[in-house]
């Protein structure tokens, strides 16, 4: 595969940011200094690039383990029925190099995070208000369950909360 992931450079913010407000309402808006901080207190950032094109991030994710001081409503809910997990604050792929697994080599990359830190789920949200079905279906094919269901942002935004075991989706 002529893809390789590495962690999130300081130098890579500015495409990041490009990369996130380009897939809003899948995730959050940020501004630089909102992305930066949320950066500096994630416990991990990774990003997939082209091995002809290693500066150039195509997808990334920010991570969070347990008892990370933040204050995402959704970390919070999966913070009060869990103290080992691994939760996926957001993961975006730049449209034009959607469809090529890199979404796939971003969560191989998570499980496998996750499993070396021992704990025993990863966690994330997917909307469905506004309604996201291919990540949704994405998901499902990872082996993420729905767990629960919450309304944020003055019920604007519903999530489904999803989880998978860490000892390994089939598929991955």
Same mark, same amino acid.
């Given at each position: 595969?002529?893809?390789?992931?590495?962690?999130?450079?300081?130098?890579?913010?500015?495409?990041?940011?490009?990369?996130?407000?380009?897939?809003?309402?899948?995730?959050?808006?940020?501004?630089?200094?909102?992305?930066?901080?949320?950066?500096?207190?994630?416990?991990?950032?990774?990003?997939?690039?082209?091995?002809?094109?290693?500066?150039?991030?195509?997808?990334?994710?920010?991570?969070?383990?347990?008892?990370?001081?933040? #204050?995402?409503?959704?970390?919070?809910? &999966?913070?009060?029925?869990?103290?080992?997990?691994?939760?996926? !604050?957001?993961? $975006? =792929? /730049?449209?034009?190099?959607?469809?090529?697994?890199?979404?796939?080599?971003?969560?191989?990359?998570?499980?496998?995070?996750?499993?070396?830190?021992?704990?025993?789920?990863?966690?994330?949200?997917?909307?469905?208000?506004?309604?996201?079905?291919?990540?949704? #279906?994405?998901?499902?094919?990872?082996? &993420?369950?729905?767990?629960?269901?919450?309304?944020?942002?003055? !019920?604007?935004? $519903? =999530? /489904?909360?999803?989880?998978?075991?860490?000892?390994?989706?089939?598929?991955?």
């Amino acid at each position: 595969m002529p893809y390789s992931l590495r962690r999130l450079r300081p130098t890579d913010t500015d495409t990041v940011l490009r990369l996130n407000n380009a897939a809003v309402p899948a995730v959050n808006p940020h501004d630089a200094t909102s992305l930066t901080a949320l950066l500096a207190v994630s416990s991990q950032a990774l990003c997939v690039v082209h091995d002809a094109a290693p500066d150039e991030v195509l997808g990334f994710a920010v991570l969070f383990g347990a008892g990370a001081d933040y #204050a995402s409503e959704n970390y919070r809910w &999966f913070s009060a029925r869990s103290d080992a997990f691994l939760y996926v !604050d957001r993961i $975006v =792929v /730049s449209e034009t190099a959607r469809n090529q697994g890199l979404g796939r080599l971003l969560y191989t990359a998570i499980f496998a995070a996750a499993g070396e830190s021992e704990v025993g789920e990863v966690f994330c949200e997917v909307n469905v208000k506004p309604a996201n079905p291919g990540s949704l #279906a994405f998901h499902s094919r990872l082996g &993420f369950v729905p767990i629960g269901e919450q309304s944020t942002k003055g !019920d604007t935004v $519903v =999530v /489904s909360l999803l989880a998978a075991p860490v000892a390994g989706p089939g598929v991955l």
